[in-house]
């Protein structure tokens, strides 16, 4: 398996400008995750989706965050217009269904590689 | 709610030295424990689980974490340190009675390790 796929990997952009990341969770995962990590506060959840419908959004910051899972296999993380304290490394992680197809799973999540967003 | 506190946000220890990274859990229930990694520029690597089974956990790499309920620990230990262990290194907690799947994490211990 690829594992979680993230897109871009690097993202600069000037403040005001629309910025869209990309998600691809492992398949057969039910769960996805969105996470931001900053030097102040740390990797924190923004939101999180279980078969495509978002179950917790109390992480997401502002009306400026939109996240949305339109499919299974496929998600993205919208910031609009951004701002330089928007600047952060933003991770998708992925969890399988617990029980299902003989899965066993203890909440431990699958990271991507993370998407480094620089807001000037 | 759950918490996570990492003791030490830098430790530095000598190649070949024990290494200790300290994790404690606030949580009124035992919950499912986590110690992940990452290396720079990269994602979070899991090292090992705590789910209950065993209170000495073995993980990747040759880390390993006891889980001491009296003391709400989860301390990460290896006892030889090598260069290629520098990273950062989180503790993370998962509540498995409210079936909330989402992970709440420390704030990270960087491992430096010197030659």
């Known amino acids: 398996d690829a594992g979680v796929i993230q897109s871009p990997r690097h993202e600069v952009t000037e403040m005001g400008q629309e910025v869209t990341l990309r998600c691809k969770p492992i398949?057969?995962?039910?769960?996805l995750f969105w996470y931001r990590q900053t030097m102040m506060r740390g990797l924190e959840l923004l939101i999180y989706?279980?078969?495509?419908?978002?179950?917790?959004d109390s992480g997401m910051p502002e009306d400026r965050f939109s996240a949305k899972m339109p499919n299974a296999s496929f998600s993205t993380l919208k910031i609009q217009p951004s701002e330089p304290r928007d600047s952060a490394v933003y991770f998708c992680?992925?969890?399988?269904?617990?029980?299902?197809?003989?899965?066993?799973?203890?909440?431990?999540?699958?990271f991507g590689p993370g998407t480094r967003l620089t807001v000037l | 709610a759950q918490s996570v506190t990492q003791l030490g946000s830098h430790v530095s220890v000598s190649e070949g030295a024990l290494v200790l990274l300290r994790c404690n859990y606030s949580?009124?229930?035992?919950?499912?424990l986590f110690w992940y990694v990452q290396y720079p520029n990269q994602g979070l690597q899991l090292l090992l689980k705590?789910?209950?089974?065993?209170?000495l956990v073995k993980g990747i790499n040759g880390f390993e974490a006891e889980f001491k309920k009296s003391e709400t620990s989860f301390h990460l230990t290896k006892p030889s340190a090598h260069m290629s262990d520098a990273a950062e290194y989180f503790c993370?907690?998962?509540?498995?009675?409210?079936?909330?799947?989402?992970?709440?994490f420390g704030s990270g211990t960087r491992l430096q390790v010197q030659p």
């Open positions: 989706f279980n078969n495509n419908v978002p179950i917790d």
């Open positions: 992680a992925s969890l399988p269904t617990p029980g299902l197809a003989g899965t066993i799973t203890y909440n431990e999540q699958f």
């Open positions: 398949s057969g995962h039910d769960y």
């Open positions: 949580s009124s229930v035992p919950p499912y």
């Open positions: 993370a907690v998962s509540d498995p009675d409210t079936g909330r799947r989402a992970l709440t």
């Open positions: 705590y789910t209950s089974a065993a209170t």
